[in-house]
């Protein structure tokens, strides 16, 4: 009895093994799927037109297909108000992070560096965070007094804020995300990882020269 009950136990084991390997298979495929594009620059859809995601993760929209951002509005981390909507004839850079992230930390500087030199310089850029999942305001403080942001930053502890962004469209859908508007207060580009100074100025620097 124990001989051929053995062999049925190993093709449950192999059957369990296969099952295992496929929901991992199937996993990779759903995170892959995720993805904007698949990094070589090929457009993908999005509500509003389509959007190129190039090698770095930066995706942008051409002019003529952009999306009107959504009304962001509410009380800042400094007890003030904001509302992004007023700020229409200037590109916007919106930059959605909170105190517990890492890439959060990482990329602070280069945000506190970039703000600071295109105000210093007059240009038509409004800075403005979105600080989330934060349960206190005074983490956030302490943040943005430890990198140096002078810029607000819209106080959204729940991610309501994020959620008015359309589906389908280039919405801030990781932690850190940076979105630029332009002068119309259109979606025009967004990434979804940490980015360094140059990245940044190459988010920004087109829509700038844009009539």
Do not use: H
């Not at 200037?90 to 602070?108: D, I, M, Q, T, Y």
């Not at 240009?123 to 007094?145: C, L, M, P």
């Amino acid at each position: 009895m124990s001989l051929s009950r053995a062999p049925r136990r190993r093709s449950t084991s192999g059957r369990r093994a296969l099952l295992l390997t496929a929901a991992t298979v199937a996993g990779l495929m759903t995170l892959t799927a995720c993805n904007d594009s698949d990094g070589g620059g090929k457009p993908s859809g999005g509500s509003g037109g389509n959007y190129v995601t190039g090698k770095g993760g930066i995706s942008t929209v051409a002019a003529g297909e952009r999306t009107e951002a959504p009304k962001l509005d509410g009380e800042t981390v400094d007890g003030k108000t904001l509302d992004t909507t007023e700020l229409k004839g200037k590109v916007v850079v919106l930059n959605v992070w909170g105190s517990w992230c890492p890439p959060c930390r990482a990329e602070a500087p280069y945000f506190a560096k970039v703000s600071q030199e295109m105000a210093d310089a007059g240009k038509d850029v409004a800075f403005v965070g979105i600080n989330t999942r934060d349960t206190s305001k005074q983490n956030a403080t302490a943040f943005e007094e430890s990198y140096g942001i002078t810029y607000p930053s819209l106080y959204d502890p729940a991610g309501k804020l994020i959620l008015r962004f359309p589906k389908g469209t280039l919405n801030p859908s990781a932690i850190p995300s940076t979105i630029i508007l332009d002068k119309q207060g259109r979606i025009a580009a967004r990434t979804l990882v940490a980015v360094n100074e140059e990245q940044l100025r190459s988010m920004i620097d087109p829509l700038l020269a844009e009539k």
